[in-house]
C-alpha cells in the first residue's frame, strides 16, 4: 500500500527535479516582462538578473525593460534559450504556449495566476517541459526587491 505522504512527496520531489533542471542554464526569457518595477512581469525579470541569468525582455508593446531591448514574439526568441517564464494574462498564456510549441522551446514556467485549463495537458502534447500551478520563481531564487 502507498501512503498519501510519500505520494506527496514523489511529486514535490519531481516538481523539485524540474525546476533544478529549468534553472540550469544560461540565457531565458520572460513573456510579459513589464517596464513597471511593481507589476511581476519585471520582478520575475530582475530575479533572473539578481541570479546572474542572460535574460531577454518579451514584451510586444514596449521598447526595453530594465535597459534590455524587448522581443516582440516568441517566434524572434534565440534558438539557444534555454527556458521561457509566463507572467501573462491566461488567454494570452495560452498563445504564448502555441507559439513556443512552434519554435521549439522546450522548457516552460508558468507563474501562479498564468494559467490556463489544460495547461499541463497541452504543453505536454507539444512536448514542452512545463512547471506550473504552485511555485513561483521569485521566492525559489529569493528574488530582494530593494531597489
Known amino acids: 500500500m502507498v501512503h498519501a505522504a510519500s505520494l506527496v512527496q ?3 520531489m519531481e516538481a523539485k527535479e524540474m525546476i533544478e533542471e529549468f534553472l540550469d542554464g544560461d540565457l531565458y526569457a520572460v513573456a510579459g516582462a513589464s517596464m513597471d518595477r511593481g507589476k511581476y512581469g519585471n520582478k520575475v525579470f530582475r530575479c533572473y538578473q539578481q541570479a546572474g541569468k542572460q535574460v531577454i ?3 510586444p508593446r514596449a521598447e526595453e525593460v530594465e535597459g534590455v531591448a524587448c522581443v ?6 534565440p534558438d539557444d534559450l534555454h527556458g521561457l517564464s509566463v507572467i501573462t494574462p491566461p488567454r494570452v498564456t495560452e498563445a504564448i504556449v502555441e ?3 512552434r519554435a521549439g522551446i522546450k522548457r516552460l514556467w508558468i507563474q501562479p495566476g498564468a494559467e490556463f485549463e489544460g495547461v499541463s495537458e ?3 502534447e507539444l512536448g514542452i517541459h512545463c512547471i506550473w500551478g504552485g511555485a513561483c520563481l521569485l521566492v525559489v531564487l529569493g ?3 530593494a531597489d
Open 10 to 12: 514523489n511529486v514535490e
Open 99 to 101: 507559439e513556443a510549441g
Open 57 to 59: 525582455p518579451l514584451n
Open 143 to 145: 528574488f530582494t526587491d
Open 72 to 77: 516582440r514574439d516568441v517566434s524572434a526568441l
Open 122 to 124: 497541452r504543453c505536454e
